[in-house]
């Protein structure tokens, strides 16, 4: 167990690997905690990295404030957190809710930052997925902590995994309730009341940035990811297949060969960070990780980037029953 | 293969022995209902202290029913003192108490110190008069969070087979949550003529309090 004093509160955290390997930070979503990151530590560390997992303030074992949690703070705990144990740089990487910590933190304190792996995040509020917020935040005010983990679920997983992990979902689920504290998730809820479109700020990114996408994920869809890509100029966008907005859970072999690729080719100066758009692999075992998107990426049906122009409509146009035909 | 380095340090401030003290004890507590059961005399145990955490969440409805308050708190805060009652008796009836007259003997040093630890007897007797004793009533709305959200017995039974007992204990915890709304909101809206860290101050006082309870039931729920 370690500790580290943020100004009047302890943060947890976990330094796991060989010091002086790459180091990769783990930011946690929204009812996570250390110990979800589990599957990519123990991978991770295993082929050679060091990896740093922390609870944010009202988290696991960090301290909970009651009266009130500033969202932008969480990038300053990572910015101690990172000073504390004395590390020049690092690959930081974040899902969700830490996803956008993540992209923060890249923005504000990019001398720490060798590089950005992030993942379901968003940078701005379309009136969407402001109302999936406030649903979801009524859920847990009005119902409970059980109401939200219910409502998250399905946005989170896809159905097959739902019906085939029914029995460890509904142990994780009653984990999830004893161990997490309402008023402190409620918290980090209302923290993001005051956030605010940060799309322009994502120019000051410089460092190598993959952002990693859902094919299926409806709570951060595809335009939140378009942003990033077209807004950070080192960056590639990976679409992942089949997946839904907790791909770390559902697909942690290829999550972590992502992680593995992306950060080899950056410390191997291999990585060419040029806005493309690429695809996971749905076969953990297969040769290549990823493969380029030559479809139109963001649209749901397979509409290829290349079209015809449209052709004007004439006389000669008509069909047999006299209406235009279509072009 | 990497070598695996693992930093361990113990906590360097009170306030992380206090909450590691707590875990640490909530451990060892689930542990000992796993090895041991959750039987009569457990059972008894954890109703009994939470029949006290009850009957200290009701003392509030008294003191504001005759207070100049808005309608919307003082609906919840009657909506609260019903609710508890109905949880309490709900919990008595799901109990199977143990015969055994010691454990109710032993219980009572735990509610003297639930006393004199929380200084319970200050907000039965206190007025809570909205201008004049702001204060001591923001004091209470502390405490009652701190009872609210630092007493998890959820955790305990997380491995135990369910039945209408441990079922009971989840349905208080998703009951206290949505109580707890009214303390939150009055905690971070109520306007007094405190500063935020004075808030702040009162706020984990009253949790340390509740919190050093609870570890002490704790270490009487493990003893055989």
Redesign the interface.
């Known amino acids: 167990m370690s500790y580290m004093r943020y100004k009047k509160h302890n943060i947890y955290y976990e330094l796991n690997g060989k010091r002086g390997n790459p180091l990769i930070v783990f930011v946690n979503g929204l009812t996570q905690s250390t110990a979800l990151w589990g599957i990519q530590t123990n991978y991770l560390n295993k082929i050679g990295y060091q990896t740093l997992t922390f609870d944010l303030l009202g988290q696991g074992r960090s301290f909970k404030p009651i009266l009130d949690i500033n969202f932008d703070e969480n990038a300053d705990v990572l910015h101690h957190l990172l000073t504390h144990i004395q590390v020049d740089g690092a690959y930081i990487s974040g899902i969700s809710f830490g996803g956008v910590t993540t992209l923060q933190f890249g923005i504000r304190y990019p001398e720490q930052c060798k590089g950005l792996i992030v993942m379901s995040a968003f940078t701005e509020m379309d009136h969407r997925l402001w109302q999936m917020g406030v649903n979801l935040y009524q859920g847990l005010t009005r119902v409970g902590l059980n109401m939200l983990l219910d409502m998250l679920l399905p946005m989170n997983l896809s159905p097959k995994y739902l019906k085939e992990h029914e029995e460890e979902l509904k142990a994780l689920r009653k984990l999830s309730l004893a161990r997490n504290d309402l008023y402190a998730i409620q918290n980090l809820m209302e923290s993001i009341n005051s956030f605010e479109s940060f799309t322009p700020e994502l120019k000051k990114i410089k460092v190598p940035a993959i952002i990693l996408n859902g094919e299926h994920d409806y709570l951060t869809p595809r335009w939140c990811h378009e942003l990033m890509r077209l807004n950070i100029i080192n960056s590639k966008l990976v679409i992942v297949q089949h997946a839904y907005h907790a791909f770390t859970i559902e697909y942690p072999m290829i999550i972590n060969r992502i992680f593995d690729l992306f950060v080899h080719e950056v410390e191997n100066d291999a990585w060419r960070g040029d806005q493309s758009v690429w695809i996971a692999t749905d076969d953990e075992d297969s040769e290549d990780v990823l493969f380029p998107c030559e479809g139109d990426h963001t649209r749901a049906i397979p509409i290829s980037k290349k079209r015809k122009p449209k052709r004007k409509t004439t006389g000669d146009d008509k069909t047999a029953n006299g209406k235009p035909a279509r072009g | 293969?990497?070598?695996?380095?693992?930093?361990?340090?113990?906590?360097?401030?009170e306030?992380?022995n206090r909450?590691?003290a707590l875990?640490t004890a909530q451990e060892r507590a689930a542990r000992h209902l796993k090895d041991h059961g959750l039987g009569e005399i457990e059972q008894t145990k954890i109703t009994l202290f939470l029949q006290s955490t009850q009957l200290a969440k009701s003392v509030i409805l008294p003191k504001v029913a005759y207070q100049n308050m808005d309608w919307l708190p003082y609906k919840f805060f009657h909506q609260q003192f019903y609710r508890n009652s109905e949880l309490s008796t709900l919990l008595a009836r799901a109990t199977k108490w143990t015969l055994d007259p010691f454990v109710y003997m032993k219980y009572w040093e735990i509610a003297s110190y639930f006393s004199a630890r929380t200084d319970l007897l200050k907000h039965f007797s206190l007025n809570f008069a909205m201008n004049d004793a702001a204060v001591q009533l923001y004091e209470f709305l502390a405490f009652s969070?701190a009872l609210l959200?630092e007493i998890?017995t959820?955790?305990l039974v997380?491995d135990l087979p369910e039945n209408d007992y441990t079922r009971l204990l989840?349905e208080l915890?998703?009951?206290?949550?949505?109580q707890?709304?009214l303390q939150?909101r009055l905690?971070?809206g109520i306007d007094l003529p405190l500063s935020?860290d004075e808030?702040?101050e009162i706020?984990l006082s009253e949790?340390e309090k509740v919190g050093a309870v609870f570890q002490r039931f704790l270490g009487f729920l493990c003893e055989r």
């Open positions: 293969m990497a070598e695996k380095e693992k930093e361990i340090k113990g906590p360097d401030s306030e992380e909450e590691d875990a969070h959200s998890r959820s955790p997380l989840f915890e998703e009951e206290n949550g949505r707890i709304q939150i905690l971070k935020l808030k702040e706020i949790r």
